[in-house]
């Protein structure tokens, strides 16, 4: 029968090993992104009340999917309205 012995790096490279290997099991969960998001979802995340956010879809600055009585409103969506709206908003000091 053969033995093996460990040693204190052995045992250092494993730590190492195990502590990576966790991370990468944690991580990815709390960084994905939902593609698709319910109304009051949308309300958090750009902080407006319920009915901003009926005048955004009645105007048609905000596009939704409805189903099953549930609106969904894509992520990428709000995103390009938001980067949109940075860019044109005029300037308060005449600069």
């Not at 991580?27 to 939902?34: E, H, L, T, V, Y």
């Not at 319920?50 to 105007?59: A, M, S």
Request: zero cysteines; charged letters at 20%.
């Amino acid at each position: 029968m053969a033995v093996q012995i460990i040693t204190i790096e052995d045992l250092n490279e494993f730590r190492s090993l195990l502590l990576n290997d966790l991370k990468e099991f944690i991580q990815p969960q709390s960084q994905q992104i939902k593609q698709w998001l319910k109304s009051n979802e949308v309300r958090k995340l750009l902080n407006i009340s319920p009915g901003t956010l009926q005048n955004l879809r009645i105007n048609g600055t905000l596009t939704y999917t409805k189903i099953g009585g549930i609106m969904y409103y894509s992520y990428s969506d709000i995103e390009k309205v938001l980067n949109g709206n940075s860019k044109s908003m005029p300037n308060k000091f005449g600069k």
